[in-house]
């Protein structure tokens, strides 16, 4: 059996964050599920495709653990009680979601850096840091086009297309 290299901290940290991006995955699963019920096909396709993006960076944080001795565990599925009664209602509970992933993400890389120094691991999560604050930002600007948009309709088939 091959020793682990990650001190019990980061592995608490690494378990955190794989268990944030399932969350996050079934987190859009479900708001994909809320979307094709009211009608929303564009969305729905659009949240489908954000949610296997968040089971891919799980996998990323998941290969990384494997490559440093450690296997990151898979959570359980929580029960989601996010009330989405519209489009804008799914983009607000997104933004939400992703800047607390950015802000966690943020937290993991200086814990890493500077308290633990684990430079591997700290390096390895900037990529998170990156993928988070697009994130943000691309959720940032669809609510504000949403807002400036009049016909939801036409906003809903447009974000079927990204």
């Known amino acids: 059996m091959v020793k682990s290299l990650l001190k019990p901290e980061i592995k608490t940290l690494l378990d955190k964050s794989a268990a944030s991006e399932m969350y ?9 599920n809320q979307l094709q019920r009211l009608g929303y096909f564009g969305a729905q396709s ?8 968040e089971l891919n960076h799980y996998q990323k944080l998941s290969d990384f653990c494997n490559d440093m001795g450690w296997v990151a565990p898979v959570p359980a599925v929580p029960k989601m ?7 804008s209602d799914a983009l607000e509970v ?18 890493a850096e500077d308290k633990y120094e684990d430079c591997i691991t700290a390096t390895f999560i900037i990529e998170f840091i990156q993928i ?5 930002g691309e959720y940032g600007d669809l609510i504000a086009r949403l807002a400036l948009n009049g016909d939801v309709l036409v906003f ?7």
């Open 24 to 32: 996050a995955h079934f987190l859009y699963q479900y708001i994909a």
């Open 46 to 53: 659009y949240y489908l495709k954000e949610s296997a993006e």
């Open 81 to 87: 009680a996010d009330q989405i009664s519209n489009i």
């Open 94 to 111: 997104s933004y939400e979601t992703e800047l607390d992933l950015l802000r966690q993400y943020e937290k993991f890389y200086e814990e």
């Open 132 to 136: 988070q604050r697009k994130s943000v």
């Open 156 to 162: 809903d088939k447009e974000m079927g297309k990204k």
